[in-house]
């Protein structure tokens, strides 16, 4: 029997049950009070998903598809993509009355060649995200690739995020795609960067419906 500051510190099964539930209170303490110190109850958030590793644009339709469930009416422009018929478009535009789904995109910038028309069809998605983002019922808004779109400089960054800052005060924002601008970084309050640590492309294997589209 092992002791532990002048006490005996029990063993066997029933010693571990009690050591993790010795655990688990304090632990719930330390949660408890530092949910307790958050006094900002809800707050409209921009969240931007970039990074080299797959998922950015995966997650953000998670959180929609998470929006509908609570049966808020969302919208999505997507920048950039607009060659393949995704699943994930398929089925969420099962939800016609609650999602607005706009693929303005005519697919990646090697594929276009074109550097005008690459803005002016980025100017046209913007256009619309605007036109989304005035909407009092919509409530959260995926911009699918739109970091792509400021990286190559179609879109004037600083229109980008005063339209962001000006927003309505119960409208949330998902930014997708690599490269994200420091200054939309700055001014997201959520960030999250996806890492590639191993991708089967890279193997050989092709995009696959289900999987990658």
């Known amino acids: 029997m092992q002791e532990k500051d002048g006490a005996a510190a029990p063993e ?3 010693g571990d049950e009690e050591r993790h539930r010795a655990k688990m209170i304090k632990r719930k303490a330390v949660q408890d009070a530092e949910v307790a110190g958050k006094t900002i109850l809800e707050k409209a958030l921009l969240i931007v998903h970039t990074g080299p590793g797959k998922g950015k644009s995966t997650a953000a339709f ?3 598809l998470r929006a509908l469930g ?3 009416p969302v919208g999505v422009v997507q920048f950039i993509k607009g ?3 995704t699943g994930e478009r398929r089925a969420l535009e099962r939800f016609t009355d609650l999602v607005s789904w706009h693929t303005m995109g005519e697919g990646f910038t090697w594929e276009t060649q074109d550097r005008e028309r690459d803005r002016a069809t980025a100017r046209a998605a913007w256009a619309k995200a605007c036109e989304l983002m005035a909407r009092p019922e919509v409530r959260l808004i995926v911009l699918d690739e739109l970091n792509i779109a400021l ?3 179609y879109l004037p960054l600083d229109e980008v995020l005063a ?5 309505r005060s119960d409208l949330h924002v998902v930014v997708t795609g690599r490269n994200a601008k420091p200054e939309l970084l700055a001014a997201a309050d959520l ?6 640590v191993k991708h ?6 092709r995009a696959q419906a289900g999987i990658e589209f």
């Open 191 to 196: 960030v999250t960067e996806m890492s590639l």
């Open 83 to 85: 060659a393949w018929d």
């Open 12 to 14: 066997g099964p029933n």
């Open 70 to 72: 609570h049966g808020w």
């Open 62 to 64: 998670g959180l929609l």
């Open 151 to 153: 990286r190559y400089d």
């Open 163 to 167: 339209a962001f800052a000006a927003r």
């Open 200 to 205: 089967p492309f890279a193997a050989g294997v």
